[in-house]
């Protein structure tokens, strides 16, 4: 580079800078008021329209994949232990809509905020109820995690089986929260660990590294055995079984993969790939 290079770059230094700095707001984009409005209204339109999108390809995967299961009669498991609470965890849930049995009648907990409408118009299709409402997780606003939790135990008492993530956004991903302990000490009924993996996916850069199956692979279903909690459990009590439900669903999710022949490097966060390792 010459001295004269150096010298025109230096003069036009300060204009550099004022452009940079014109651009910056870009990243800040969805924070604009009118952008943020544009958003609310095509939202919901959008997610009408995914939902039977999004439904027909559940359908696809499941159809063209190879199914392996373990045990092999999971099915027949799962409608002694009905009602039951069936536990997944956040990002591995992809499939199951497709592949909750239609004999069992079944509900599921889903976020009541908008951006989780079209998951809940997704498992509308495949026959399953609603609970809305989630736990806060270390987030201080009220998400509706109580009055959710009362719908789950009230759901188990009207024999109905309810499907939900043991975790709760945003994380740490793959850390059983108390919420799906209480309800299993509450209702009497057993949390079944649960988890489904394909030995073909894509994994989003999120928080709990979201899982999309794709089609025309070997498809894993691994139904892990039954923890019953105690109606009378103490919070020292609740602690052990939480850690107990942790720890079924991390070697259910693990399993399901291996029964896949995939490697769950991808799908797994990286506070949990720490922990393996």
């Given at each position: 580079m010459t001295g004269a290079t150096v010298t025109a770059i230096r003069a036009l230094r300060?204009?550099?800078?004022?452009?940079?700095?014109?651009l910056t707001?870009?990243?800040?984009?969805?924070k604009i008021p009118?952008?943020?409005?544009?958003?609310?209204?095509?939202?919901?339109?959008?997610?009408?329209?995914?939902?039977?999108?999004?439904?027909?390809?559940?359908?696809?995967?499941?159809?063209?994949?190879?199914?392996?299961?373990?045990?092999?009669?999971?099915l027949a498991r799962a409608q002694a232990l009905h009602p039951s609470i069936i536990a997944l965890w956040h990002g591995q849930f992809f499939l199951l809509p497709g592949i909750y049995p239609?004999?069992?009648?079944?509900?599921?907990?889903?976020?009541?905020?908008?951006?989780?409408?079209?998951?809940?118009?997704?498992l509308r299709r495949f026959g399953l109820g609603l609970i809305r409402g989630a736990g806060a997780g270390n987030r201080r606003r009220d998400r509706g995690g109580a009055e959710a939790a009362h719908g789950a135990v009230a759901s188990l008492r009207e024999n109905f089986s309810i499907a939900m993530t043991a975790d709760i956004p945003p994380g740490p991903a793959r850390k059983c929260g108390i919420g799906i302990v209480l309800i299993g000490s509450r209702s009497g009924r057993p949390i079944v660990p649960f988890a489904v993996a394909t030995s073909r996916y894509r994994s989003v850069n999120s928080w709990d590294r979201m899982t999309i199956n794709l089609p025309f692979s070997k498809l894993g279903i691994v139904m892990g055995d039954p923890i019953?909690?105690?109606?009378?459990?103490?919070?020292?009590?609740?602690?052990?079984?939480?850690?107990?439900?942790?720890v079924a669903l991390n070697e259910t999710t693990a399993k399901a993969y291996?029964?896949?022949?995939?490697?769950?490097?991808r799908a797994t966060p990286p506070s949990e790939a720490e922990s393996f390792s």
């Amino acid at each position: 580079m010459t001295g004269a290079t150096v010298t025109a770059i230096r003069a036009l230094r300060p204009e550099i800078l004022q452009l940079v700095g014109s651009l910056t707001p870009l990243t800040s984009i969805w924070k604009i008021p009118w952008v943020r409005k544009l958003r609310v209204r095509v939202r919901r339109p959008l997610q009408i329209a995914a939902a039977p999108v999004l439904a027909n390809y559940i359908k696809f995967a499941i159809k063209t994949s190879t199914v392996v299961s373990d045990p092999h009669d999971w099915l027949a498991r799962a409608q002694a232990l009905h009602p039951s609470i069936i536990a997944l965890w956040h990002g591995q849930f992809f499939l199951l809509p497709g592949i909750y049995p239609p004999v069992i009648p079944g509900r599921a907990m889903v976020a009541r905020h908008d951006d989780a409408e079209a998951l809940a118009r997704v498992l509308r299709r495949f026959g399953l109820g609603l609970i809305r409402g989630a736990g806060a997780g270390n987030r201080r606003r009220d998400r509706g995690g109580a009055e959710a939790a009362h719908g789950a135990v009230a759901s188990l008492r009207e024999n109905f089986s309810i499907a939900m993530t043991a975790d709760i956004p945003p994380g740490p991903a793959r850390k059983c929260g108390i919420g799906i302990v209480l309800i299993g000490s509450r209702s009497g009924r057993p949390i079944v660990p649960f988890a489904v993996a394909t030995s073909r996916y894509r994994s989003v850069n999120s928080w709990d590294r979201m899982t999309i199956n794709l089609p025309f692979s070997k498809l894993g279903i691994v139904m892990g055995d039954p923890i019953e909690v105690p109606r009378e459990a103490s919070a020292r009590e609740l602690e052990v079984y939480r850690q107990r439900v942790e720890v079924a669903l991390n070697e259910t999710t693990a399993k399901a993969y291996a029964l896949a022949g995939a490697d769950m490097t991808r799908a797994t966060p990286p506070s949990e790939a720490e922990s393996f390792s």
